[in-house]
Structures are given as structure tokens and as C-alpha cells.
């Protein structure tokens, strides 16, 4: 299922924020980076358990990548390891050093790239992802394979899905609506499964409602349904369902979803209370998501950019 791309005018202009410093923060500091309302964030406190887990595939990648350090795909899976422990800056640093290497392989812009938007330097994030989008054109997608996968160990992402997909929150976290539409009618085009075309178009209909875009808005989500064939992106499908009021926005705010559920969620349901004029709800809800540990998360990231906007 597809969707066609539209053309549209950006009917009102965007506040965009500044990328903060995280190249600054001291070296003495244990902090990955810094929120863009000046807290410093740190890697996330794991189960023993994952933790475990995660520490023994970073060994086995930093083996692989130390026995061959040019080899772009040990590059790549020891840059994500190292993320999986919220290791960002030093995956950000594995991904530059990669690209000295390969500076025309697009995957190593797509992984720096998605680090970036988690160390909130968008501008950089941005900058990558335009440049890999530049080095795809004219090749054939393939499929990612998932450092964690879900349910059912079936990647639903591909290289230029995710390429367009991150580029399009880089913008939409900047207040650049017109062009995280523009990435995300891209990805929308690039997706072969529902679970990859709920995740875009859900960001592409916020980006269109922000900018006005009312009536197309509304026509892109008209063919999303319950019955889709979703495995991984059921807060999105979810969301989905609450902006064609079909579903019940109270029954997403469920206090025992996981931290990961809860920023996804609560960023969706406070800009539904946002965008039908209810600002001092909206805001109440992103507080609570901000005040969460799950920093990573899109939907922190993006409650946390509200916050920082001043609606008021």
C-alpha cells in the first residue's frame, strides 16, 4: 500500500531552534548531552538482564570492528552497539571515522546521522541525511536488519526508508515543517509495509497540520484502518486512529505502558490536544513525558522541542 506524493504551499512560517553545543560539555562531565532546555542527560540505567545483553554483542562488535576497522559493516554494528548503551558520542565518533574511510557510503550518514538527532544536534543530523539522500539516488533500497528486533525478527526498515524517515524528524524537531513533509512524502514512497507507512505518515500529517495544511492532512490519513498489518508501530497506528476519531485518546494514556510507549504516545496525544487549541493540556502531558528517562525516544525528543518552542 501507497501513498501518492502531494505538492503543497507552506501556509505559515516556523520557529526553528538552535542546535546545542554538545561538543562542550566537560570532559569531566558523565553526561551524553545536553536537552534543549539545559539538563544534562546521561546514558540510560538498563535491567540487568538487557544490560547483560548488550555489553556482550558491544564486545563481540568491538572485537570484529578491531579486527577490521575498514570494514563498513563492523563500522556500522559497533556505532549501533555502542548507541544501545547510550553510548552516543562515541558512536557519533565510530560513524565519523568511517566516513573518512567510505565518505560515499550512505549508511554510515544515515547511522551518524540518527545519533545526531539523539545528541539534539539537528543541524548536523540534517546534514547527514541530505547527503545520503544524494548518494542513494538512482539505487535500490535494501532491507536493515534490526539491532533489536521486534516480535517477530522481521525488519520492517530499509536503508532509504530510514533515510527520509530521520531526515524528516530532524526538521519537524526544528519547527521546518514544509521540509520534513517533503522527506517524509519521500519515505512514504519508499515503504513496502504498514508498519513502515503508519510511521511516516503519522509524522507527515503533524508536519502538514502545523503548517496549515488542514484539508490534505485529512485526506492522507482517510485510508489508515485497525486492520492493517502492523508487528512493530501499533502507537502510531494507535495515534492514527485518534486523529480520525476513531480511537479513544484516553485509553492510550495508560500509566503501565513501557517508557518507550509513553514518550510515543504522550508526544502524539499532547499534539492532538495542541493542535484542537488545548495548549495548557498539551503542555501538561509533554511535561510528563520530559520528565521521564526515556531521552533517546522520538517522542521525548519532540515533547522535549514543544517545551522549548514557548507556545504561550
Known amino acids: 500500500m501507497r501513498f501518492l506524493a502531494f ?3 507552506l501556509l505559515i512560517s516556523c520557529q526553528r531552534l538552535p542546535d ?3 561538543e562542550t560539555i566537560p570532559e569531566n562531565s558523565s553526561a551524553e548531552a545536553i536537552s534543549l532546555l539545559g539538563d544534562s542527560l546521561y546514558a540510560p540505567v538498563l535491567e540487568d538482564s538487557i544490560r547483560a545483553v548488550f555489553i556482550q554483542n ?3 562488535a568491538r572485537e570484529d570492528y578491531k579486527s577490521d576497522s575498514t570494514d563498513i559493516g563492523k563500522i556500522i554494528w559497533y556505532g549501533r552497539r555502542l548507541a544501545y548503551l547510550g553510548e552516543y558520542q562515541e558512536a557519533v565518533e565510530v560513524f565519523s571515522n568511517g566516513i573518512k574511510l567510505h565518505e560515499n557510503e550512505p549508511r554510515l550518514y544515515r547511522h551518524r546521522g540518527h545519533r545526531y538527532i539523539s545528541l539534539r544536534a539537528f543541524d548536523h543530523a540534517i546534514q547527514d541525511f541530505e547527503k545520503a539522500g544524494e548518494l542513494i539516488k538512482g539505487t535500490k533500497d535494501i532491507v536493515e536488519p534490526d539491532g533489536l528486533p521486534n516480535a517477530l525478527n522481521m525488519p520492517r526498515s530499509s536503508l532509504h526508508t530510514n533515510i527520509w524517515y530521520h531526515l524528516g524528524l530532524a526538521y519537524y524537531l526544528k519547527g521546518d515543517f514544509e521540509s520534513a513533509a ?3 512524502q519521500k519515505c512514504i514512497m ?9 510511521a511516516a505518515v503519522y509524522w507527515y500529517y503533524m508536519s502538514l497540520k502545523r503548517s496549515g495544511q488542514d484539508e490534505l492532512a485529512g485526506k492522507i490519513i482517510e485510508p489508515i484502518h485497525r486492520e492493517m498489518d502492523i508487528i512493530e508501530n501499533d502507537s502510531y497506528l494507535k495515534l492514527l486512529l485518534v486523529f480520525k476519531a476513531e480511537f479513544d485518546s484516553d485509553l492510550l494514556l495508560d500509566e503501565n505502558s513501557d517508557a518507550l510507549s509513553n514518550a510515543t504516545i504522550g508526544y502524539g496525544i499532547g499534539n492532538w490536544h495542541f493542535l484542537n487549541g488545548r495548549k495548557e493540556r498539551a503542555t501538561e502531558i509533554w511535561k510528563r513525558v520530559y520528565e521521564g528517562s526515556s531521552w533517546a525516544s522520538f517522542g521525548y525528543i519532540a515533547s522535549e522541542a514543544e517545551l522549548a518552542s514557548n507556545h504561550e
Open 7 to 9: 505538492s503543497f504551499v
Open 20 to 22: 546545542p553545543a554538545f
Open 58 to 60: 558491544l564486545v563481540e
Open 182 to 184: 517533503k522527506a517524509y
Open 190 to 198: 519508499a515503504s513496502t509495509n504498514d508498519d513502515m507507512l503508519v
